[in-house]
């Protein structure tokens, strides 16, 4: 089987396509400097004579609440461009499987805990991250519309938060978790007596690494076939204030955590039922404590070596 990744040169490309490589199917990896998911023509002329058979789209525009909540445009125009474009060409192609990666916040901001799949769109958005929503909510829309009108065994996933290796730490555009550990790291390195934080801390937040997602892909993209998106996490959440207090921990600092309460918190929790895609054999195995750790580890090796997103 030819596996087509996009987005893989980011943090869930990677992993998606070193795990199929690892099932030891060939896997084509492309990122926006070798196919502009941006264009159509060039979008579907790559599809046409690469002939893939599963597509899985892992490229988007991503960030934390700063860059979602001040770029709104570029947040909603540009992802469903490059979602409407690649599954377009996939269709051109006559691709046979496809693998459509969303996010946690299609969920209305004031959802039921744990979040099942079915809670979609019963409910206001988060303002800050809405248009990002909107794209993955019109993503999964086009997906089984696919299904529906052309009979394509097309599926949607929606991560959890996730992180791990080669994640972006731009502070200006990076989601919490980056952003802890580069905070935390950098004030290590220099024995800086506090950090100050964004929000209250309270909010409840659900983390998922990498690996499992791309675990979770591998086994979805072969064993699901239904228009319902499923959900992918951990099912389980911690508040911010604990966790800037494990990778404060893990990074060996020792000063004081200041929280900015004029900074705003988003959705007060986001936690996922993750029962529909456990019932295909799948499990998170990688602890948050664990992985942290290992990813604190890759982000000072990668600094050193000068290979951080940054």
Known sequence: MLVLVTGASGLAGTAIANAFESQGQK???????MVNLLDLEITK??????????????????????????????????NIRMQNNLLEASHQANVERLVFLGSSCIYPRDCA?????EYLM????????SAYAIAKIAGIELVNSYRKQFGRKWISLMPTNLYGPRDNFDLQASHVLPAFIRRFVEATETNDPSVTLWGSGAPLREFLHVDDLAKAVVIASKNYDSSMHLNVGT????????LASMVASLSGFRGEIIWDTTKP?????????????KTLGWRPTITLLDGIESTISWYRDACGKGEVRK
């Open 265 to 277: 918190d988003g959705t007060p929790r986001k936690t996922l039922d993750v029962s529909q895609i």
């Open 113 to 117: 805990q744990p979040i099942k799949e």
């Open 235 to 242: 099912g389980e959440d911690i508040s911010i204030k604990d």
């Open 122 to 129: 019963t409910g206001p958005l988060e303002p800050t991250n």
């Open 45 to 78: 002329k790559f599809l046409i004579e690469t002939k893939p058979n599963l597509v899985v789209s892992a490229a988007a525009k991503v960030g934390g609440i700063g860059v979602n909540n001040s770029q709104p445009v570029e947040f909603l125009v540009d």
């Open 27 to 33: 896997v084509i990896r492309i990122n926006s400097a």
